[in-house]
């Protein structure tokens, strides 16, 4: 068994779990650093570390084309090429071919993109991208999907919602293959990846499909693309519930914390978004009491901490007044600050999801946390 549900929620459906990987445990719900170009932005492996990461995520589109497998593989995989040696999960790219590639074209077997960096020509098979993956080392890794943009015509969301289908099984065969070769590889966790758009009928259809492969956990992919947040609650709320009880899900690039709250309790377990460090490099800052744009006026003799409640450096060590000079000046410092608050307020506030979920006061903490928590920055 490589999930366990440890806790669940008597009124909703929020729990806490173990997901059981080579590479240590990822205690559930949890926030994962967006590390795209095996680094998350502008932080050391020890920073991430102390603002209490236990997994970061990468991605295998951006590696392929930068440094390229060969450099990474000869550096004895991800984890000690980026000197990382907790869990990484690896996002397939599928999202990356389709929004960054400067071509993309599905062919029979698989797609064919030009790259974003130099435009040179490549093709990706969904079996190429899990050898890929496993080259890396990955702990945790993803099939190639395809992820419609938002609005789309129900017609083309169900034809990449059979698209990907055909992928899933296609990777989940790569992955027996790789494991019937090398056993070590029988560790890595493939996850299947639920798509569908907004169309209510596709996600509940997409997921039935993926639970005939039955993977070690599912991925709900294609939300938080420019839909209007209820409608990404209503999605999420007929989504989570198809997916097997017994198994981690994962909301992909999402979100926001009230996004996450709501996200847990509808029984979703792992999240990632570049939320915290983007806006962290922009100057904005996230606290108990809602958002702080930090270049403004307001805050030029401020000599309080971002957040009191926070333990991260940069609000044991600095003043708002500090982190908004640091900004004024545009020098790199603020962004590391910032980037290392928000990391840290983002993965604490779901470590203390999971305690309030293991203390059985999980309803009394989001009431707390939504009342404290002002969505307009203030
Ligand atoms: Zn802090």
């Known amino acids: 068994m490589i999930f366990q549900v440890t806790h669940r929620d008597a009124r909703t459906s929020a729990r806490a779990g173990v997901l059981k990987t080579s590479r240590g445990e990822i205690h559930t719900p949890v926030f994962m650093p967006v590390g795209t170009q095996a680094t998350v932005k502008a932080l050391t492996s020890r920073e991430l570390l102390e603002a209490g990461a236990e997994v970061i995520l990468s991605n295998t589109y951006h590696l392929y084309l930068r440094p390229g497998v060969k450099v990474i593989e000869g550096a004895g995989g991800l984890h000690s090429f980026m000197g990382w040696d907790k869990p990484i ?5 599928g999202f990356q071919i389709f929004s960054l590639a400067a071509f993309s074209k599905v062919r029979k077997d698989g797609v064919e993109f030009q790259s974003h960096i ?15 993956q496993c080259s890396f080392g ?24 059979e698209l990907t289908r055909q992928w899933a099984g296609r990777s989940k065969e790569a992955w027996r293959a790789l494991v019937r070769e090398d056993g070590r590889f029988e560790k890595n966790i493939l996850f299947g990846i639920v798509q569908g758009g907004t169309i209510a009928r596709l996600r509940k259809e997409a997921a039935r499909q993926l639970l005939d492969l039955d993977f070690p956990g599912y991925a709900i992919g294609g939300l938080s693309v420019g839909e209007p947040n209820e409608l990404m609650a209503e999605i999420l709320s007929l989504t989570a519930p198809a997916l097997p009880a017994e198994k981690p899900r994962y909301l992909m690039g999402v979100g926001m914390p009230l996004d996450l709250l ?29 958002r702080l744009l930090l270049r403004e006026a307001k ?19 600095h003043s708002r007044a500090y982190l908004r000079h640091l900004f004024n000046s545009e020098e790199h410092l603020g962004g590391r600050l910032a980037s290392l608050h928000n990391l840290t307020f983002f993965i604490q506030l779901l470590q203390s999801t999971r305690r309030a979920i293991e203390e059985k006061r999980f309803h009394e903490f989001r009431l707390a946390f939504e009342r404290n928590y002002n969505e307009e920055d203030s």
């Open 262 to 290: 709501e996200a847990v309790s509808q029984g979703v377990d792992m999240f990632d978004c570049v939320v915290p460090t983007r806006n962290g490099r922009h100057g904005t800052v996230f606290t108990s009491g809602g």
């Open 299 to 317: 805050y030029v003799s401020d000599l309080r901490p971002l957040d009191e409640k926070c333990p991260c450096y940069a609000c044991r060590t």
């Open 138 to 161: 990955s702990d945790i890794f993803m099939p190639l999907d395809e992820c419609v943009k938002y609005p789309s015509e129900e017609s083309v969301v169900e034809k990449s919602v």
């Open 89 to 93: 999960l690896t996002d397939s790219g």
């Open 118 to 132: 130099d435009g040179s020509r490549h093709f990706l098979t969904p079996e190429e991208v899990v050898r890929i």
